[in-house]
T-cell receptor, first 115, second 114 residues
């Protein structure tokens, strides 16, 4: 149980375009989802926390207009990287948490390459 | 936030034991986790320990927690080449840093030499 999927697993896009990454909880309802970014050979950096039906809370230094997060249902959150630039190239990992629990279940990650 | 520190690299020979260390700063942290990340993949939860425990063993994995020194370790017995990966220590924030947050260490890259 507690499986989280991400789609796509990798994506290449051109500079200036937008790309959407999906995070789904497959067998549970995720009241909270987290988006992390991981640079090569570095740790995970929390970008934002989203609760179902409300606006995401962004960490300091993360541009909310650039990284749009939508958590419209209890099983789906999306991260849209708008007007992507090569420096946005990274590994994006989501995690999900169910109500009344602190445990986070991680997705397999999405590798974004902006050319 | 909480500072979680790990050494960056560890090399061991196949069949030996590996010990990966982690230190953290928030003494009120409740749960402490070890995750494994293989190349190009997400995080796989290996094991975790609650802060009122000193030790937890799960097959080849042994977690030791020294709350006084805020030190956590993961021992992998009979290390295999398939154990080569990056291991992240993660700490759930306590009263000082918030229980909603999970703080990650930098990761230790374990290389197993055949």
């Amino acid at each position: 149980g507690a499986v989280v999927s991400q789609h796509p697993s990798w994506v290449i896009c051109k500079s200036g375009t937008s790309v959407k990454i999906e995070c789904r909880s497959l067998d549970f309802q995720a009241t909270t989802m987290f988006w992390y970014r991981q640079f090569p050979k570095q740790s995970l950096m929390l970008m934002a926390t989203s609760n179902e039906g409300s606006k995401a809370t962004y960490e300091q230094g993360v541009e909310k207009d650039k990284f749009l997060i939508n958590h419209a249902s209890l099983t789906l959150s999306t991260l849209t990287v708008t007007s992507a630039h090569p420096e946005d190239s990274s590994f994006y990992i989501c995690s999900a948490r169910m109500r009344s629990s602190y445990e986070q279940y991680f997705g397999p990650g999405t590798r974004l390459t902006v050319t | 936030g909480e500072d979680v520190e790990q050494s960056l690299f560890l090399s061991v020979r196949e069949g030996d034991s590996s010990v990966i260390n982690c230190t953290y700063t928030d003494s009120s942290s409740t749960y402490l986790y070890w995750y494994k990340q293989e190349p190009g993949a997400g995080l796989q939860l290996l094991t975790y320990i609650f802060s009122n425990m000193d030790m937890k063993q799960d097959q080849r994995l042994t977690v030791l927690l020294n709350k006084k020194d805020k030190h956590l370790s993961l021992r992998i017995a009979d290390t295999q080449t398939g154990d080569s990966a990056i291991y992240f220590c993660a700490v759930r924030g306590g009263t000082k840093t918030g229980a909603n947050n999970l703080f990650f260490g930098t990761g230790t890259r374990l290389t197993v030499i055949p």
